[in-house]
């Protein structure tokens, strides 16, 4: 928990003088379970996406991959973060980001799975972010991120943040009543792409 919030001031500070801009902290709700998705092109967005949900932690989901590097998975370790196997079901990974969001914590996850290196604005999103928010009673809260690939340069443009309003997935249900992830990934896809359509006006 120290070294999350030393990171966070140190980048926070260097934020500041980069110029990042970061609009819409307001829609973070203050308290409660919450899983917060982003598009994803560069390694730097979940420096930006921490920033944007502070005074909250963010416990993210990551790759595996990164568990087999020593130094990576001490850090992912000691910040409160787990990985995930890509691919396939990881009942691992799935339950302990039920048992963060039942404590009224705050998980970050990329739905798109990968970063995006293509033109498209974004990748097919994967239900499982979907499918762990409605398990663990949890709001969604998307966000965008612009010239990510910026930060820690100097000069234009500045890394940007935009954190959209939080959506609520108990009217995301199947004819069986159950939740259905499908359905609320393609709502959060379709309001984080009219967010990116936004970057003119940040």
């Not at 990171?7 to 934020?15: C, E, H, R, T, Y």
């Not at 390694?43 to 790759?63: E, G, N, Q, Y």
């Not at 973060?81 to 799935?94: L, P, Q, W």
Request: hydrophobic share 45%; glycine share 8%.
């Amino acid at each position: 928990m120290r070294l999350y919030k030393f990171l966070v001031w140190l980048l926070g500070g260097i934020s500041r003088l980069l110029g990042v801009k970061i609009s819409g902290r307001e829609n973070i709700p203050a308290e409660g379970a919450v899983v917060v998705v982003a598009n994803h092109r560069c390694w730097t967005d979940i420096i930006l996406m921490a920033l944007a949900v502070h005074p909250r932690r963010v416990h993210f989901m990551a790759k595996s991959e990164y568990g087999n590097i020593k130094l990576l998975n001490w850090l992912i370790y000691h910040l409160g973060s787990f990985t995930v196997e890509r691919g396939e079901a990881d009942i691992k990974a799935i339950k302990t980001a039920l048992g963060y969001l039942k404590q009224g914590e705050v998980v970050g996850i990329f739905p798109e799975g990968t970063r995006n290196r293509t033109e498209e604005t974004l990748l097919p999103f994967k239900e499982g972010a979907f499918m762990i928010a409605a398990r663990g009673k949890a709001r969604v809260v998307p966000m965008a991120f612009f010239d990510a690939k910026r930060y820690l340069k100097l000069g234009k443009p500045n890394p940007r943040v935009l954190v959209g309003e939080a959506m609520d997935l108990d009217g995301f249900v199947n004819e069986k009543g159950r939740p259905d992830a499908l359905a609320a990934s393609n709502a959060a896809k379709q309001r984080m792409e009219k967010m990116l359509q936004t970057k003119q006006e940040l």
